[in-house]
């Protein structure tokens, strides 16, 4: 009789956790994002519904490409809470991603969502790394989507040395954050010492320089 009592509490534990660790859902029809309030909670606070307008749930950012100007060839621009006010609390947003000919998302992680890319234009070398070192990879076209589990490492890559390329993203985060492995590593604040880079990549301190020096941000 025991061990039964002690196997439903840890299987109403075990689903107690489980049901915990997703987003509640919302419990009003509007929490529109009060980007200025100093009070501190796991996303933003309320605007009151006085103050609400329909530019809280508009943003034209992603309707034309973005201009790219980096060494890697792509640049991204978010849709999400911190752009519209409105989506506080949904659970959703977007993003658009540009590439120059040639160019590189590189890989990266969204360590609170699933991304969902649909191409607009161009045709990208994509793929994502399984926790068992798997890679599963392929190439999109205008039209066509693909799919980079939550977590996991990804990148796209415009395969097309003459012509630029876009997607648009979906994500199942109001804010997925972004996680680039390379900037992540080299150009963190404090930096990760030396030697656990050299250890980690089994190359020396020189190595390590020269890529932390063509990471860092480039001086205005």
């Given amino acids: 009789m025991e061990s039964t009592c002690f196997g439903f509490f840890f299987a ?19 929490c529109v994002a009060d980007r200025t309030s100093v009070i501190k909670v796991n996303g933003f606070t309320c605007k009151p519904e006085s103050n609400i307008t329909a530019s809280d749930f508009f943003f034209a950012g992603i309707g034309k490409p973005a201009v790219v100007n980096n060494t890697v060839g792509s640049a991204v621009t978010g849709a999400n809470v911190e752009k519209i006010a409105g989506l506080n609390t949904l659970g959703v947003s977007l993003a658009r991603i ?16 699933t ?19 798997k890679l599963f ?24 040395k003459a012509k630029p390329a876009s997607v648009i993203s979906a994500f199942n985060s109001q804010l997925p954050g972004t996680q680039s492995i390379a900037a992540t590593l080299f150009t963190a604040t404090p930096a990760i010492p030396d030697h656990v880079l050299t250890t980690a990549f089994q190359i020396g301190t020189k190595e390590i320089e020269k890529i932390k020096s063509k990471l860092a941000p480039k001086k205005i």
């Fill in 137 to 160: 990879a392929k190439t999109v076209k205008k039209g066509e989507v693909f799919v980079f589990p939550r977590g996991l490492i990804h990148y796209q890559k415009n395969n097309d």
């Fill in 12 to 30: 109403f534990l075990s689903l107690t956790m489980i049901v915990l660790a997703y987003d509640p859902d919302t419990l009003q029809d509007l």
């Fill in 98 to 113: 540009d590439y120059a000919a040639g160019g590189l998302n590189p890989p990266h992680t969204h360590p609170r969502a």
């Fill in 115 to 133: 991304e969902v890319i649909f191409v607009l234009e161009g045709e990208l070398d994509v793929g994502f790394i399984t926790t068992a070192n």
